[in-house]
């Protein structure tokens, strides 16, 4: 059975920073691309980073450029999206995604990502 297990949220202050991390429980993991998606309240999911299964290729949106980075660890099957400079409007619960492996390159298109995680919340206070 897949899983993805999202950890590292948590509350932290405007300026601060986060680590988040994803476990993937995924024989597929080391070929697929994977991503961050974050929904704030009353709004719907969006796309926040991705990066291709070797992490050669990372895009991110433009309202984290500069702040977060996505990187991987294939040997722990695991992702993780460093947070700093975290903004008030950065508030929500964040997701991960693994990409359909046979799919190339990496997209910001959440339909093009079969599995997700539970969730982890990251709450900004001024």
């Known amino acids: 059975q897949v899983q993805l297990v999202e950890s590292g949220g948590g509350l932290v202050q405007a300026g601060g920073s986060l680590r988040l991390s994803c476990a993937a429980s995924?024989?597929?993991?080391?070929?697929?691309?994977m991503g961050w998606f974050r929904q704030a309240p009353g709004q719907e999911r969006e796309f926040v980073a991705t990066?291709?299964?070797?992490?050669?290729?990372?895009d991110y949106a433009d309202s984290v450029k500069g702040r977060f980075t996505i990187s991987r660890d294939n040997t722990k099957n695991t992702v993780y999206l460093q947070m700093n400079s975290l903004k008030l409007e950065d508030t929500a619960v964040y997701y991960c995604?693994?990409?359909?492996?046979?799919?190339?390159?990496?997209?910001?298109?959440?339909?093009?990502?079969?599995?997700w995680g539970q969730g982890t919340q990251v709450t900004v206070s001024s």
């Open positions: 995924l024989r597929t993991f080391n070929r697929a691309a």
């Open positions: 990066i291709s299964w070797n992490g050669g290729t990372t």
């Open positions: 995604g693994s990409r359909r492996y046979w799919l190339t390159g990496v997209t910001p298109n959440e339909s093009e990502y079969d599995y």
